[in-house]
């Protein structure tokens, strides 16, 4: 397997655009999860799906973001209109059902918002 | 007080020396724990799982200790290429939703 698979690696827009980031995990795994990194702020939780339904979302900043897993093997988690804060690289993780197991991450979208 | 906390850092080490990191949750029923490893502009890749007995891996040790809770990482013989971010992971009790802490720096010097 390929393992986590995000795209895209760069994004560089302008504040309004929306930005869709994109993620395809390890094939058999049933939890997926998006996640914010930031120097300040360290790794966030946004939201994570199971069996491709929203489980907890609580950790979406805004009504600007919005995540979707439609099949298991494709998600997006989109922001509109994107602002300047929003900048920071987004990873999506996948695991099994497992809870002692690890979850693996994709390589990450370093989203600049200008 | 936050979920996990971790010292930052950066803890300067020199080569072959024995260095260690601990992590406090908030949980106390919190049932898995991890270490993560992230290198610079990287994605974060377990190290171990921590299990309630403490485990070992070559030169890295993890230790639970539930009564405190905190969990607790020890690098033996610092190498140069063990400078990275490490970042203790616990799960919120009950659920998948797994809270990192924001990291501890390690810098090992030649």
């Known amino acids: 397997d390929a393992g986590v698979i995000q795209s895209p690696r760069h994004e560089v827009t302008e504040m309004g655009q929306e930005v869709t980031l994109r993620c395809k995990p390890i094939?058999?795994?049933?939890?997926l999860f998006w996640y914010r990194q930031t120097m300040m702020r360290g790794l966030e939780l946004l939201i994570y799906?199971?069996?491709?339904?929203?489980?907890?979302d609580s950790g979406m900043p805004e009504d600007r973001f919005s995540a979707k897993m439609p099949n298991a093997s494709f998600s997006t988690l989109k922001i509109q209109p994107s602002e300047p804060r929003d900048s920071a690289v987004y990873f999506c993780?996948?695991?099994?059902?497992?809870?002692?197991?690890?979850?693996?991450f994709g390589q990450g979208t370093r989203l600049t918002v200008v | 007080r936050k979920e996990v906390e971790q010292d930052p850092g950066p803890f300067n080490v020199p080569e072959g020396a024995t260095v260690a990191f601990n992590c406090t949750y908030s949980?106390?029923?919190?049932?898995?724990f991890f270490w993560y490893r992230q290198d610079c502009r990287k994605e974060p890749k377990l190290l171990m799982s921590?299990?309630?007995s403490g485990n070992e891996d070559g030169r890295f040790t993890a230790q639970l200790n539930r009564a405190s809770q905190y969990i607790s990482l020890l690098i033996r013989d610092s190498k140069l290429s063990d400078s990275a971010t490490y970042l203790c992971?616990?799960?919120?009790?009950?659920?998948?939703?797994?809270?990192f802490g924001t990291g501890t720096r390690l810098k090992v010097l030649a």
């Open positions: 993780a996948s695991r099994d059902g497992d809870m002692n197991t690890e979850a693996f």
């Open positions: 094939s058999g795994h049933d939890y």
């Open positions: 799906f199971n069996n491709n339904v929203p489980i907890d």
């Open positions: 949980n106390s029923a919190s049932q898995s």
């Open positions: 921590v299990y309630s």
């Open positions: 992971v616990v799960n919120k009790a009950g659920t998948y939703k797994y809270i």
